[in-house]
């Protein structure tokens, strides 16, 4: 159910969070559901209102060891890049002093895509750095 303002989890996890918007929810949910066949507890958050900060869901995901921000913009003007952080949303989390690590995962041309394959080995890659 659509609450503006609050971020929609679609799983809940430990060990990290995926979070994500638009089209590339579902391409992120197939990689949370086959992470967790694989014994990697990730959670997954629609970010449904790019705008405004949750902030009591950045304090539960701060808490956990990974965030990861997957989405189709631009990596240099999208919600995970560093200019965006400053003015939205990445570094609320760096304000908050939460211990998560923070990555972003977007495209890098008009020709590039985000995939599932990308994600599942983002997060893999981000597990075994734990």
């Known amino acids: 159910m659509f ?24 391409r992120s949910l197939d990689a949370v559901e086959r992470l967790r066949k694989e014994g990697i507890d990730v959670g997954l958050i629609n970010k449904a209102t790019l705008n405004v900060v949750d902030e009591a869901a950045m304090k539960e995901i701060g808490s956990t060891g990974f965030v990861l921000v997957v989405e189709s913009l631009n990596q240099r003007t999208a919600l995970g890049s560093k200019a965006s952080h400053r003015i939205n949303w990445g570094f609320g989390l760096a304000d908050m002093s939460c211990s998560s690590e923070l990555g972003s995962l977007s495209a890098t041309s ?8 990308r994600v599942l080995r983002t997060v893999k890659h981000i597990d075994a750095l734990l």
Not at 5 to 17: A, V, W
Request: charged letters at 30%; glycine letters at 12%; hydrophobic letters at 30%.
């Open 3 to 26: 609450i503006a303002g609050k971020d929609e989890y679609i799983r809940k996890g430990t060990k990290g969070y995926i979070v994500t918007y638009g089209d590339m929810l579902y």
């Open 110 to 117: 008009i020709r590039d895509t985000v995939t599932c394959k």
